[in-house]
């Protein structure tokens, strides 16, 4: 005899109140607010609906209370709020910690042929004694990469002009594949080059040991040789040499190329990203100026560049998502890092968007003279003589000591947005990240201070307006962005959607 | 011990005789039940083990010793062989060599389990469900079935020779079966390692870490888990399922299934309680069971539960077909692959159709006349037999494609 | 909900402003994260008083510059300011009753593998096994924990 069926009452909570689970909010407009829960689902509702959540007003009819329940906003007594699957994607979050420290940067000499701007680290010697990486630094450098816990390493080899130093390249390559192969690690190594000193040889070499090179393209020539003056005044078109003879001998996607940004750049984005196409690249990274000046920057030339960049930014996305509608596939890289944080449940490997921040934990730079710092952007601190990120050096530290040292735990205690002011309240705290380098270069201050921080301004200004992309933009966009979240290209994310 | 009543397939089947899986006769010799292998010509006695002869009628001069059965159509007078018998069988047309039959000893009952030729065979586990889906196409029946289809399906598969593409077990809810689902798996890894396995479940048991630890234990290397999710929050699911805390479970379980690597399948079945949350749901799977190796949207099956609850569940496939189209939008952009069974293509927009597999099992399809001339015919899976009752406004031929 | 404010106060220049926050709807941490978000423009001043808060804010840059021709006076702001005072309340109040389950999630993510996991809810009842007290042992499921 068949089992009678319940009707629906049998399956709801007897009355209809609920408790919270963790979320953040945030106003997009005056209609509209978003909620973001601890895993960084969001849902966007109209204007004053946290509050009616958090107050129970919400009622267990309504459909927006079972979107709640399903984007564990809420829940019930009626069932579990599955916090084992919650957990779960926190855990999948924060996967980026595992293993530790996986970007290794060697810089193998400061020494140089370009004088660019924005650079704050080359030396224009030729004195390799002084500014090289010596045998010894680089040895015990490579031993204490080897010793970080991931199964996956890459080493990139930097300057000055790394070019400049091959002897040394060389040296390290061979100890470093080999050490890694006795380690049961895979080991990526890339050069960033301007590529003015790339031989034949050169080549040769770079394919037969399987390394990637990385260069500068800040634009068309006009930009590009105003950015980047070396003698001859020929830097753009050494580039381009350069990256076409590259992609021959290397392969298309072994080639890649950064655009570093100055005031001129900030007028011109349409076309940088045209020579970026001209050029047959399928990816640009949209960057602000870099803070990191010889001159201490004031809170509000910080903030007037931030403005300007981010019509730069605005523009050249839009730009960029016409050229994708027409057929040229070009990612813009900042964009679907934080599109992956927003649409899929992983975090990002990206270091400046981390949190806990990347700096240490994710990535490491061994100076030419053997000091280990957390990022980058701490070495050229160094060079201005501020020394604040150097965690040690190879020659006297452990790589435990490292991570026990005052800079790095200092650094840590404003490594977490989770627990900084104005980020533990912000509805875009799973997206976003901590830059403690950031603030400390800006501000003065690791923790930063939210309301005049560039870092929170810009993070802020992009990810509301990727969130308005994805909620009224055209199919087309968001195939595109999408395109970008999941790693695919235009066409082939049609071919699997309904058409 | 019913093996089941109620509107079941094999009945509707009869009308098509290709696709005729049950009849029945009187049986005689034998109190347990037999599973053979058929032939339909006498084979020699070293051959016989296992083995059924379907006849027309009785020659004396036959030797019918050494047969597991004998399964004859007219009556059998004056039959005084110890092999067991089924005579007054009523049809025998569709027992074909290599099929394999179980022959009941009170009832009388020929049931085929199992056609070499076609790709749908299953398994069939267990009447008994813990859930009691508004839309079951086979309504659970509290009976203890478990030794005699243990039995049943141990020899069965002993029997199946050569090894299928393809096997799907089904019931009821296989893990009820507990240890047996995992004697029965480890069996088919050993006896037919490179056959698929797709198992329907509807996942809950999968919830209790220690159980999904043995079942992924038997290391199947070819096992894959279809669990149906009807929606994005537990009261819906629940309400369609009929179980409390089913949705729980069927989520905490495939997160379980999905540490041990099992391949997993999500099923929905779209009618008038799905629908409207469709998306949501679509959105819930890319969000919590982003593991999952696809999604699959099946058209309702008018049979079992359906038609008494047919108030509540029916929709047109035509009026949902924005729904569908968004939530498989929703799962595609994502990177989830998407199928849709059970619908024919004249009811699913064009947008849709290359995510159309044929399905329905081969002895359920038929084609209505209005399928005559319809340029897509051999790509749609047509109807079920049950289903030409009730019938989407849409159906035609298409004629431009 | 609409903000109450027993008064505001204006200086004569309408360049700072007083509020008066009731104590028993605000609390000093909402205020302080409020006020946080304004720091660029605006300096705040809170004092305590036996049933409110008083809070003086005004202009950073009162006066005319290049930048900022046409300052904004402090009543353009006042929206702004009790907008964000409201929601700061409300992050106060979620932050306060979700705390708990938050750290439960955090330790559960970071903790090893079944260790702080719960068990499923409800149970896995065989139905036979229920209705058929006659049915052999086999035909019941546990579900006691193993071992």
Redesign the interface.
């Known amino acids: 005899m068949a089992r009678a069926f319940l009707p629906a009452t049998n399956f709801k909570a007897a009355h209809s109140s609920y408790q919270l689970l963790p979320f953040r909010f945030h106003r997009l407009d005056t209609e509209t607010e978003i909620l973001v829960n601890e895993c960084g689902e969001f849902v966007t509702v109209p204007r004053g609906t946290a509050e009616r959540i958090a107050h129970k007003h919400i009622t267990s009819d309504q459909d927006l209370y079972n979107t709640l329940k399903a984007k564990h906003f809420i829940f019930d007594e009626y069932s579990s709020p599955l916090l084992d699957v919650l957990a779960t994607k926190y855990r999948t979050k924060f996967d980026f910690i595992r293993g530790s420290t996986k970007l290794h940067i060697f810089v193998v000499t400061l020494r140089c042929d370009h004088s660019c701007h924005y650079c704050q680290v080359s030396r224009q010697t030729a004195n390799k004694d002084e500014y090289d990486m010596s045998e010894e630094v680089a040895t015990a450098a490579v031993a204490m990469m080897l010793q970080a816990p991931s199964e996956h390493l890459t080493l990139e080899l930097q300057g000055g002009e790394p070019l400049l130093a091959m002897d040394r390249i060389k040296y390290i390559v061979s100890i470093a594949r080999s050490g890694a192969a006795h380690a049961g690690k895979e080991l990526d190594i890339v050069i960033t080059s301007n590529l003015a000193y790339l031989s034949e040889e050169i080549l040769e070499y770079c394919k037969n040991n399987q390394i990637k090179l990385s260069t500068s393209l800040d634009g068309p020539e006009f930009i590009h040789n105003r950015n980047r003056p070396r003698p001859g005044g020929d830097s753009h078109k050494l580039a381009i040499d350069g990256i076409r003879r590259a992609r021959r001998v290397l392969g298309e996607d072994r080639v890649a190329a950064l655009m570093t940004t100055t005031q001129l750049s900030l007028e011109h984005p349409k076309e940088i990203i045209d020579e970026y196409v001209r050029q047959s690249f399928h990816s640009i990274f949209l960057r602000p100026i870099s803070p990191y000046g010889f001159a201490v920057k004031s809170n509000h030339r910080t903030g007037y560049e931030m403005d300007a960049f981010l019509q730069f930014y605005k523009a050249g996305l839009d730009y960029i998502l016409e050229l994708n509608r027409g057929g040229y596939n070009m990612t813009e890289v900042y964009t679907k890092i934080l599109l992956q944080k927003i649409l899929t449940p992983d975090g990002t490997g990206y270091v400046d968007l981390q949190s806990p921040a990347g700096a240490g934990l994710n990535v490491l730079v061994y100076n030419y003279d053997g000091g280990v710092y957390a990022t980058d952007e701490s070495r050229m601190l160094a060079e201005m003589r501020d020394e604040t990120f150097r965690l040690g050096s190879v020659s006297t530290h452990s790589r435990a000591q490292l991570f026990t040292s005052p800079a790095f735990i200092r650094l840590l205690e404003a490594a977490c947005n989770q627990s900084l002011p104005g980020c533990s309240d912000c509805a875009f705290q799973p997206y976003c990240g901590a830059d403690p380098i950031y603030h400390h270069a800006t501000q003065g201050d690791m923790i930063g201070r939210r309301a005049t921080s560039g870092f929170c301004q810009r993070n802020m200004t992009v990810i509301e307006h990727l969130i308005s992309l994805l909620r009224n933009g055209s199919n087309d966009v968001q195939d595109i962005l999408w395109a970008w979240a999941t790693d695919r290209s235009l066409n082939e994310l049609r071919a699997s959607t309904p058409q | 011990m019913g093996m089941g009543n109620?509107s079941k397939p094999e009945r509707a089947a009869s009308e098509h005789p290709a696709m005729r899986l049950h009849t029945a006769g009187k049986p005689r010799g034998f109190q347990k039940p037999i599973v053979a292998r058929i032939v339909t010509q006498p084979v020699p006695s070293s051959a016989r083990r296992d083995v059924a002869l379907v006849l027309p009628r009785l020659d004396p001069a036959d030797d019918l010793s050494g047969y597991a059965a004998i399964i004859l159509a007219e009556a059998a007078a004056g039959y005084l062989c110890p092999t067991p018998l089924v005579h007054s069988v009523r049809d025998i047309d569709h027992l074909r060599p290599g099929h394999i039959v179980a022959l009941e000893p009170l009832s009388g009952f020929v049931r085929t389990l199992y056609r070499p030729e076609s790709p749908h065979n299953t398994l069939f586990a267990t009447e008994?469900?813990?859930s009691?889906c508004?839309m079951c196409s086979q309504?659970?029946i509290?009976?203890?079935d478990?030794s005699p289809l243990m039995d049943r399906n141990l020899k069965l598969i002993d029997l199946i020779s050569p090894s299928p593409d393809y096997l799907c077990i089904t019931g009821g809810e296989p893990t009820?079966l507990?240890?047996?689902l995992l004697t029965i798996l480890a069996k088919l890894r050993d006896t037919m390692p490179s056959t698929y396995v797709h198992m329907l479940t509807n996942g809950?048991?999968f919830?209790?870490?220690?159980f999904t630890c043995r079942f992924a234990s038997v290391s199947h290397p070819n096992l894959s888990v279809g669990i149906p999710l009807y929606a994005?929050?537990?009261?819906?699911h629940?309400?369609v399922v009929?179980a409390?805390?089913a949705?729980?479970?069927t989520?905490?379980?495939l997160?379980q299934l999905a540490r041990h690597g099992v391949e997993i399948e999500i099923r929905v079945v779209l009618h008038a309680l799905t629908i409207p949350?469709l998306s949501?749901l679509a959105e819930?799977i890319c969000?919590?069971l982003?593991f999952v190796d696809h999604v699959a949207f099946m058209g309702l099956e008018h049979i079992g539960?359906a038609p008494r609850?047919m108030q509540e569940l029916w929709i047109d496939p035509v009026d949902y077909e924005d729904e569908l189209?968004s939530s498989?939008?929703a799962l595609?952009?994502?990177?989830i692959?998407v199928r849709i069974y059970n619908l024919q293509l004249c009811v699913l927009?064009k947008?849709?159709w290359k995510?159309s597999a044929q399905a329905i099992s081969d002895w359920k399809n038929v084609y209505g006349e209005v399928c005559d001339g319809c340029l897509v015919r051999e790509r749609c899976g047509g109807f079920f037999q049950w289903n030409t009752k009730l019938q989407s406004r849409g159906i035609r031929r298409v004629l431009d494609t | 909900m609409s903000p109450e404010f027993d008064r505001v106060e204006f200086d004569d220049e309408h360049t700072a402003a007083t509020i008066y926050v009731d104590k028993a709807i605000y609390s000093t941490s909402a205020v302080l994260r409020a006020s946080y978000w304004f720091s660029k423009d605006l300096y705040f001043h809170l004092e305590e008083e036996k049933q409110q808060l008083r809070v003086n804010v005004g202009l950073r840059s009162p006066k005319a510059t290049l930048e900022q021709p046409l300052p904004k006076k402090i009543d353009d702001w006042l929206p702004g300011i009790f907008n964000a005072l409201v929601d700061a309340q409300l992050r106060v109040e979620i932050q306060a009753e979700t705390a708990g389950i938050r750290e439960l999630i955090i330790a559960k993510a970071f903790a090893e593998a079944g260790v702080l996991e719960d068990s499923p809810p409800g149970t896995f009842e065989d139905p036979v096994g229920v209705r058929n007290t006659n049915a052999p042992p086999l035909v019941k499921i546990s579900n006691k924990p193993p071992g």
């Open positions: 109620g008994r469900c813990n009691n508004l309504p659970p509290d009976t203890d478990f009820l507990d240890e047996g809950r048991r919830a209790w870490a220690d994005d929050h537990a009261a819906l629940d309400y009929q409390k805390d949705f729980d479970q989520i905490l379980g997160h949350r949501n819930y969000r919590n982003t539960y609850n189209e498989v939008t595609s952009r994502f990177g692959n927009r947008s849709l995510y």
